[in-house]
C-alpha cells in the first residue's frame, strides 16, 4: 500500500462510525452486540516499551463491553502484500499495548488485561494464503511441549475475496470501501458513490464525507 492510500486508509479508520459498521457488519460474533458503542474511542497508536523501542501503530480503538469497564481493543493492521509471519508481528504489537497498559495502570479492578481484536484489513491482488493461526507457524513437537507454546488468531478481512453480491445489499460503510477497491468498471464506481451520497448526507457526518472524498481522490 502506497504512503498516500495508506495515510488516506488510516484517516477513514480514524473515523467511529467506520469502525462500528466493522465491527457489526463482519464480526458475526455475539460479544460484538454487548458492546456499548457510545463509549467507542480512539486510543493512541504510539507507545514504547521498556526497553525503549517505539513502535507507531495504525489504529487502535477501545469500546466498553457489557456493562463493566472491561475494554476491546481493536487493533488494525493495514496489508496491500501477503505477510507470511502476520501473526508474529501482531503477537509483538499486542505485547508493547499489553506493556503499555500495565505501565499506565489500565488493567481492571482485579488487575486483568482487556482482549484484543487484531484484525488485518488485506487489498492485495493475491489472495491471503498467510497462517491466520500462531500455532501453525511452530513446528509441532508431541509429548507435551505444544502446551507452552503461545496461541495468536487475528481476524482477515481479504477485501478481494469478497462477492459483489455478497457485499451490494449492504447498508455498511467498510462494504462500501470493499466494493470501491474491488471496482472493475466506472458504473461499479458510481454506484458505491452514489450509496455514500445518500447514507452520508446529515450535517452531523461532514467530517466523515470528507474522509471519504480524500480516499477516493487519492485512491
Do not use: C
Not at 194 to 213: C, H, V
Amino acid at each position: 500500500m502506497n504512503k498516500a492510500h495508506d495515510s488516506s486508509y488510516k484517516l477513514l479508520f480514524s473515523e467511529p462510525e467506520i469502525i462500528i459498521d466493522l465491527l457489526q457488519g463482519f464480526v458475526h460474533e455475539p460479544w460484538v452486540n454487548e458492546l456499548d458503542f457510545s463509549t467507542l474511542e480512539k486510543v493512541s497508536g504510539s507507545y514504547i516499551a521498556d526497553d525503549l523501542r517505539s513502535r507507531e501503530d495504525d489504529v487502535i480503538w477501545r469500546v466498553q463491553y457489557q456493562q463493566s469497564w472491561i475494554y476491546v481493543y481493536l487493533l488494525i493492521e493495514f496489508q496491500s502484500t501477503v505477510d507470511a509471519y502476520m501473526a508474529v508481528r501482531l503477537m509483538s504489537y499486542m505485547g508493547l499495548l499489553y506493556q503499555d497498559l500495565i505501565k499506565t495502570k489500565q488493567q481492571t479492578e482485579n488487575k486483568q488485561l482487556p482482549p484484543i481484536l487484531p484484525v488485518v484489513l488485506y487489498n492485495g491482488e493475491k489472495r491471503w494464503d498467510a497462517a491466520t493461526e500462531l500455532k501453525d507457524l511452530i513446528v509441532k513437537v508431541p509429548g507435551g511441549l505444544e502446551k507452552y507454546l503461545p496461541s495468536l488468531n487475528y481476524l482477515l478481512l481479504d477485501e478481494g475475496a469478497f462477492d459483489a453480491k455478497e457485499l451490494s445489499p449492504l447498508k455498511n460503510l467498510v462494504a462500501a470501501i470493499f466494493r470501491l477497491e474491488n471496482s472493475t468498471s466506472r458504473e461499479d464506481i458510481i454506484d458505491v458513490i452514489g450509496n455514500l451520497i445518500e447514507w452520508l448526507a446529515t450535517p452531523e457526518q461532514t467530517r466523515l464525507r470528507r474522509s471519504f472524498t480524500i480516499w477516493i481522490k487519492r485512491v
